[in-house]
């Protein structure tokens, strides 16, 4: 049923008439042309949709848009602020966390939520926290390497 | 592909057609104000850079105007390759390569590939031979744009060009450096075009200032930022997304159709053209609705092949075998034999399971067809559209943006042609991403496959005999390379199964064949060190005089801390190497097993690489661990479960790809080799992870597994019956 949704998105307001059914992942990517979550499962298995909603990571595939009302939602396009990437981003470059770059979207949000909720997460706390999303090329030792690093600098340590 | 702020917006409008003048494709190449092209030399196959298998499939004509290299009036550089970036980094190695050879800093190379406009024909992107086998092309491209740069220096500066030296872009006389002119000088409204004819002298590694240094990758900031646009990202206005009435299983064929619920539905397009039944909507989660209101009934095949007697069947099917190599006589070496050790390996079927399905986005405009795609293969898809099509070749062009990821099963391109046929029939672009159900479902399988030896050792515990077959994984890695006086290797049938053989598609994956018999050889190695009583390490330094496989299996054992000892020691550690694209690997590994349950937890894996020259020792070191982790999964637990041409897993829930929770501790090691060509480094190391797992089971518990995966239940099993 068509009804009216309104939350931010990126920062911007967002108002829309969609079926609140609809899962947030396909409105993000074909209604409003934002890209950067992806398609890797359909059923909430591997990550790479994950965008965060209120700073909660959450699978946008499995997320009704009628969710979000009153809310909002960041996904990898909107973390970086006036031009400055986040730790994440920078330390996911820094150490190489990412091959072909498909889950990194999912990869770099879920981790964002894990760091908020537990700024200084041991390496087994990193592993668990990230063991639902998928990486099919390996790059798992480098991603956690670059959590560990982003949580130093969020901490107000040193630069990355 | 193309790195930099505007490659979505360039990818997504660049959709001119092909160029048919030589005026218009230096337009193209953007020259027209000045500038160097260095062509390759129609013709001459080395300049393809092709490998010489399944060559059917492939056989794209190459143009008359295909370019390596472009260097504009700002004097940037820009590489066009036909090779594809999925995740394996030769964005950046290649771009390495290029710069030092020009001597221009390596930020003003950019990268436009896999763009059959624009690229030179080129056969895919698979079996670790970017490097070893364009790279040297493009070097030699490279180093005949530089004579042109120097030569119209020599002009420009009045000094002759022995006297002249380049670096970072400027040419100066070495004697008198205020003497001096950029690229961006001497390219300024001159069009300088040069085929690679003769050999041009390279650099030699001495003088590489960017190629075996650390570099950060070249798309990373895109890949982070979400900015990198993959072949589903790109949006046309009017495009359709597509979704596809499937069979429920491999061969079965289609009896009934009803597509009146889905027609019913507003704004949904219901396509039938042959075998391709579609619905079609501006949004994908109705298309997928209207797709569930078809109502379509089939006849299932009765075959009642499932995964566990596909082996007998395989064995049964198996052609006539073609010898690898081959030494000695069998019957000799079975004359001198002691002790006869004859055993079975077998392997599932694999999945490739990337994290981006097969997508594609096709539009068609004035008989011209352009497709972005999810490929390993452009050239090879533009054919099979224009074929589907019935387009001349030169109306179709496909793009292949950044791949999420290949591993083999993105060298067969289905979607790009359903696509491209959807969007002729609809008139409007079309939208085809594969479902995770699709990806699995329509895979091309690593096959299964199954290795039998019959081996034997002398008196003094020294092998003699070795009688290998190995069907259906292919003969990549069946090669022997222990220093065995009697010995046969046979392939029997190819990875990339002909019809009646497998049930459904097979095709590479991952080091292709190399899994498979890495796995037999390397578990069989070690039952004879048990058996003689020897350490598994020092068993195979005593049958191997390959230098540089000694020496990686030395700089293995050296980070691993390996301590000699009988087998089972019941520490849990494990050894295996292999040789992969050139390049040798050493492994060890150390796992616990729970033996309760048969869970295998790897602690640890230590990998030593001689892949000769690398390029970019960072990136290289990130394809091994990529490769150990990655090669956890087909040893313990990725196999493809079916029954009657049924597929059981068709995703992530059952079909258990490695996580973060399986991470071992990973330590790489590049033995030193400068002077030696580079060699491959996307497949390696994951050749060894099936063998050197087992033969850490078998260490640690005492029992081995002739079976991939080495499930907890088949663990489990082999405990009890011990």
């Known amino acids: 049923m068509e009804e009216s949704i309104h939350f931010k998105l990126n920062d911007k307001p967002v108002n829309m008439t969609v079926d609140g059914q609809r899962m947030l992942l396909w409105v993000l990517r074909t209604d409003l042309g934002v890209t950067g979550p992806k398609y890797g499962c359909g059923e909430g298995l591997c990550g790479a949709c994950t965008v965060l909603l209120d700073n909660e990571a959450v699978l946008s595939c499995q997320t009704p848009v009628r969710e979000l009302n009153g809310k909002e939602v960041i996904t990898i396009e909107g973390l970086a602020q006036n031009g400055k990437l986040h730790p994440l981003q920078k330390a996911f470059i820094k150490h190489d966390a990412l091959q072909c770059g498909f889950c990194t979207s999912g990869m770099i949000l879920k981790a964002y939520s894990l760091l908020r909720g537990n700024p200084q997460p041991t390496r087994e706390e990193i592993i668990q926290g990230m063991d639902e999303n998928l990486c099919r090329c390996g790059s798992h030792i480098r991603i956690v390497e670059a959590i560990q690093t982003a949580a130093r600098e969020l901490k107000g340590g040193h630069e990355i | ?722």
């Not at chain 2, 056989?59 to 390596?68: E, I, K, L, R």
């Not at chain 2, 240094?213 to 930022?225: I, M, Y």
């Not at chain 2, 399988?445 to 050792?457: C, E, H, K, L, M």
Request: hydrophobic share 40%; with cysteine; glycine share 10%.
């Open chain 2, 1 to 722: 592909m193309k790195k930099g702020e505007d490659s979505g917006r360039i990818l997504a409008h660049m959709t001119s057609s092909l160029p048919v003048t030589r005026r218009e494709f230096l337009k193209r190449m953007g020259i027209l104000g000045g500038g160097i092209v260095v062509y390759i030399s129609v013709g001459d196959p080395s300049a393809l850079a092709q490998p010489p298998r399944s060559g059917a499939l492939f056989a794209g004509v190459p143009h008359d105007f295909n370019a390596f290299l472009r260097i504009g009036v700002d004097g940037e550089v820009t590489c066009f390759t036909g090779k594809i970036e999925m995740g394996q980094g030769i964005i950046t190695s290649l771009a390495q390569m290029l710069a030092d050879e020009l001597d221009v800093p390596f930020v003003s190379v950019d990268m436009v590939m896999g763009d059959t406009d624009l690229c030179p024909w080129d056969r895919g992107t698979w079996g670790s031979m970017t490097t070893r086998f364009f790279g040297p092309i493009l070097r030699e491209a490279a180093a005949e744009a530089k004579a042109v740069l120097m030569e119209l220096a020599a002009e420009y500066l009045k000094t002759p060009v022995k006297r002249l030296m380049a670096k970072d872009g400027v040419i100066f006389d070495k004697g008198q450096t205020g003497n001096r002119v950029t690229y961006a000088q001497l390219t300024q409204g001159n069009i300088v075009e040069r085929h690679v004819k003769r050999k041009p002298p390279l650099k030699p590694a001495s003088e590489f200032t960017v190629t075996g240094k650390p570099f950060p990758r070249e798309d990373a900031v895109d890949k982070v930022t979400g900015k990198a646009m993959y072949a589903g990202d790109i949006r046309l206005p009017g495009m359709l997304y597509a979704r596809i009435l499937r069979p429920p299983a491999h061969g079965a064929k289609l009896k009934g159709l009803d597509t009146s619920g889905a027609k019913q539905m507003k704004d949904v397009l219901v396509v039938q053209d042959g075998d391709l039944c579609a619905v079609l909507h501006e949004h994908p989660d109705e298309a997928e609705k209207a797709l569930s209101r078809i109502k379509a009934e089939f006849d299932v095949p009765k075959t009642t092949l499932d995964d566990e007697n596909i082996f007998d069947h395989l064995l049964k099917v198996a052609p006539e075998g073609s010898i690898v190599s081959r030494g000695g006589m069998l019957e000799s070496g079975n004359k001198l034999a002691r002790q006869i050790f004859k055993e079975t390996y077998l392997n599932s079927y694999v999945a490739h399971a990337p994290i981006e399905t097969h997508t594609a986005v096709a539009k068609l405009e004035k008989g011209k067809a352009t497709v972005w795609a999810s490929t390993q293969s452009p050239f090879g898809v533009k054919e099979e559209i224009a074929n589907s099509l019935g387009l001349p070749s030169q109306n179709v062009r496909v793009i292949a943006p950044f791949l999420g990821g290949g591993f083999g099963g993105k060298s067969f391109s289905m979607q790009a042609v359903e696509a491209a046929r959807l969007a002729k029939l609809t008139g409007r672009p079309v939208h085809v991403a594969w479902s995770r159900a699709e990806e699995f479902f329509y895979d091309t399988f690593r096959p299964a496959a199954v290795v039998r030896i019959t081996s034997g050792i002398d008196g003094s515990g020294t092998i003699v005999l070795w009688d290998y077959d190995v069907y259906f994984a292919g003969s990549d890695g069946a090669e022997q390379f222990y220093d065995i006086p009697h010995h046969k290797e046979v392939s029997h049938g190819h990875w990339q199964g002909a019809s009646g053989y497998h049930p459904f598609g097979t095709g590479p994956w991952r080091a292709p064949g190399t899994n498979t018999n890495t796995f037999a050889r390397e578990s069989h190695i070690d039952i004879m060190a048990s058996k003689t009583g020897m350490d598994p390490l020092q068993f195979r330094m005593n049958h191997l005089r390959d230098r540089k496989m000694r020496s990686v299996l030395r700089a293995a054992a050296e980070k691993f801390g390996w301590i000699p000892a009988k087998i089972p020691s019941g520490r849990g550690f494990g050894v295996a190497c292999g040789i992969r694209s050139g390049t040798y690997v050493a492994t060890m590994a150390e796992v616990e097993v729970n033996k309760n349950t048969g869970a295998v937890v790897v602690k640890r894996v230590v990998c030593a690489q001689d892949m000769g020259l690398s390029i970019n020792p960072e990136g290289a070191k990130l394809q091994m661990e990529g490769c150990i982790t990655m090669g956890l999964g087909y040893a313990l637990t990725e196999e493809i479960r079916f029954k009657r041409g049924e597929i059981f897993d068709l995703n992530f829930d059952t079909y258990g790809i490695p996580r973060f929770s399986w991470l071992p501790k990973i330590e790489t090691v590049l033995v030193r080799a400068e002077d030696s060509p580079p060699q491959g480094g996307g497949e390696p190391p994951i050749i060894c992870m099936g063998a050197v797992i087992a033969n850490a089971i078998y260490d640690a518990v005492g029992v081995r597994l002739f079976q991939l995966p080495m499930t907890a239940k088949r663990i489990k099993e082999a405990l009890n019956k011990v």
